[in-house]
């Protein structure tokens, strides 16, 4: 039973964080969907379906009790952070004519 045990993803940012401070505490399950959530925000947003195999150790029960708990979370879209541009940051060596 894994109710309301948020699980960890190894690579941050990858699915989304909290668009306030950009951060996440895991995701719970709802059958096969995913929801990243901010505890200290009372955030929530959708991560995907069927992209983690965790759902499969878990029960009925437990998605009812992680619905609950999402339930008291508001929906928003998640921040991306975006890799920065080879260019970005550098300064240009060619001069412009006047």
């Not at 989304?16 to 895991?26: H, K």
């Not at 508001?74 to 541009?85: F, K, M």
């Amino acid at each position: 039973m894994n109710a309301g045990k948020l699980i960890e993803f190894p690579e941050p940012n990858r699915l989304g964080d909290c668009p306030v401070c950009g951060r996440n505490n895991g995701y719970l399950n709802v059958f096969k969907t995913h929801w990243y959530i901010c505890r200290k925000h009372r955030l929530k947003w959708y991560a995907g379906y069927d992209l983690f195999p965790t759902w499969r150790q878990e029960t009925r029960k437990d998605w009812e009790r992680n619905l609950n708990i999402l339930s008291q979370y508001t929906e928003v879209l998640a921040r991306y952070r975006t890799r920065p541009s080879q260019d970005e940051g550098k300064t240009s060596s060619r001069r412009r004519r006047p």
